[in-house]
């Protein structure tokens, strides 16, 4: 059974920075890519950033320049760095997995302040 845990998330004034950490366990067979998407109240949830199995990153065009994904390949583990949080950052942060099937964390609510 796959299990996909998030954790890092806090409220962090503007300007300010914070670092996520998914940490997936089970039978992780045919990972292709694991990634972070948002929520905020009232959106629909929203692509952020990946990593690929072979290391490639991709990233939502606000974000570009200010988050960072990288990802230890022996733990399953992928972080984003999170600099320059503005207050539109503010969002629940989903870990997402993509392989065979797609999984997901629970989730982790970032708040940006003013």
């Known amino acids: 059974q796959i299990q996909v845990v998030e954790s890092g998330g806090g409220l962090v004034q503007e300007g300010g920075s914070l670092r996520l950490s998914c940490a997936a366990s089970?039978?992780?067979?045919?990972?292709?890519?694991m990634g972070w998407y948002r929520q905020a109240p009232a959106n629909e949830r929203e692509f952020v950033a990946l990593?690929?199995?072979?290391?490639?990153?991709d990233y939502e065009d606000s974000v570009k320049g200010r988050f960072t994904i990288s990802r230890e390949n022996d733990k399953n583990t992928i972080y984003l760095q999170m600099t320059s949080l503005k207050r539109e950052d503010t969002a629940v942060y989903y870990c997402?997995?993509?392989?065979?099937?797609?999984?997901w964390g629970q989730g982790t609510q970032v708040t940006v302040s003013s």
């Open positions: 089970g039978s992780l067979g045919g990972l292709r890519a």
């Open positions: 990593i690929t199995a072979d290391g490639d990153t």
């Open positions: 997402n997995l993509l392989g065979d099937l797609t999984y």
